[in-house]
Nanobody, 124 residues
Framework: QVQLVESGGGLVQAGGSLRLSCAAS????????MGWFRQAPGKERDFVAA????????YYTDSVKGRFTISRDNAKKTVYLQTNTLKPEDTAVYYC?????????????????WGQGTQVSVSS
């Protein structure tokens, strides 16, 4: 049984940083593409970032480019999202997700496994 567990969320002031982690158990972490999505109240779940199985390719939504960095440690079965220069509009529940293959990375529907989410709140 695959489980993804996020951690590292919290309340920060604008301009601050948080490092989100997502630890996997079960399954074969090293072959998955891993993604981060976020969902603000009353809005759809949006793509944030993704990383291919060996970390060779990374993808970001335009609004976080230059501020967020996705990385992974296959030995620890963990994917990270370093979030810097946070803005109030980054406030959301952040979810990690896993999928087989590397196509349609930004489409939430293509991901097979999801975590329960971690809240990130940015005050102005």
């Amino acid at each position: 049984q695959v489980q993804l567990v996020e951690s590292g969320g919290g309340l920060v002031q604008a301009g601050g940083s948080l490092r989100l982690s997502c630890a996997a158990s079960g399954g074969t972490f090293s072959i998955w593409t891993m993604g981060w999505f976020r969902q603000a109240p009353g809005k759809e779940r949006d793509f944030v970032a993704a990383i291919t199985w060996n970390g060779g390719l990374t993808y970001y939504t335009d609004s976080v480019k230059g501020r967020f960095t996705i990385s992974r440690d296959n030995a620890k079965k963990t994917v990270y999202l370093q979030t810097n220069t946070l803005k109030p509009e980054d406030t959301a529940v952040y979810y990690c997700a896993a999928k087989y293959g590397s196509s349609e990375l930004m489409a939430a529907i293509t991901y097979h496994y999801w975590g329960q989410g971690t809240q990130v709140s940015v005050s102005s």
